[in-house]
């Protein structure tokens, strides 16, 4: 019988977690801000070495940043937003309004290993600090991996005692505000099984602080859906 104490929970309560305080924080420092670093990074080799337009699918997209971005500066021509808070995605709309992106951008609010079925593939797909909020890496990072016609961009935490430590230790803060939300550091060598298994293999990695980066380029079909 599985210990059901140690078993993963189903997913988490993205709602409660990335509330309307968190969105509107997030899309006040896009805004005054700009991108993050490591955010800017992740778009980075995309920007370089590929001509667009290009179709882009953000899942997790937070407060939209890296959409916003990959439209404006004109690499990308429509995106479709996948985001299970729905405080983020009012945030990322308000920008994408404010930026006359409206009309490129279509927001779908929900988990996307169910959303996937519905959601058309793209030519870039991202997940940025997305894999590090889901418990099952396999749904998702294998659902999104499908949909990635030429690139896979990702953010996740580096294998560093460090990082663990302080993922560990967010994890403890989080159960004592019981909170229903827990993060984790997914082991690397399954993100690269996964991603080379659906016919994707690495053209880019570097790493940000916490964060390593690697972009995927799909070298044979795998099973786009
Ligand atoms: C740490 S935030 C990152 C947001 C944004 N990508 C950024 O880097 O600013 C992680 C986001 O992923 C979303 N998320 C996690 N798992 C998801 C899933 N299975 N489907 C859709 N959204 C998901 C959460 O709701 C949250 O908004």
Redesign the pocket.
Known sequence: MPCTCCEPPA??D?EG??DTEWASK?ADAYVRDGL?AR?ERLIAYLLENCTGPLRVL??????G??HHELLRRGLADSAVA????SA?IAAAREIGERLGQDSQVHYVH????T?AAVIDSAEVVI????I???PHLKE?LGASVNKAERYLAL?YPRERWWVRLAFGLFNVYLKIKRKDFRTFVHPHSDVHSIAERNGLEPVHAETVGFWQITVYERVSSGSIA
């Not at 996948?82 to 808070?85: G, K, P, Y």
């Open positions: 997913s988490g993205y977690m990335f997030e993050e955010a953000d899942i997790g997209s937070g407060a940043g890296v996948v985001e299970a808070s983020y929900g988990d996307f290993t959303a997940l940025d600090r997305v590090c909020c889901y998702l953010s």
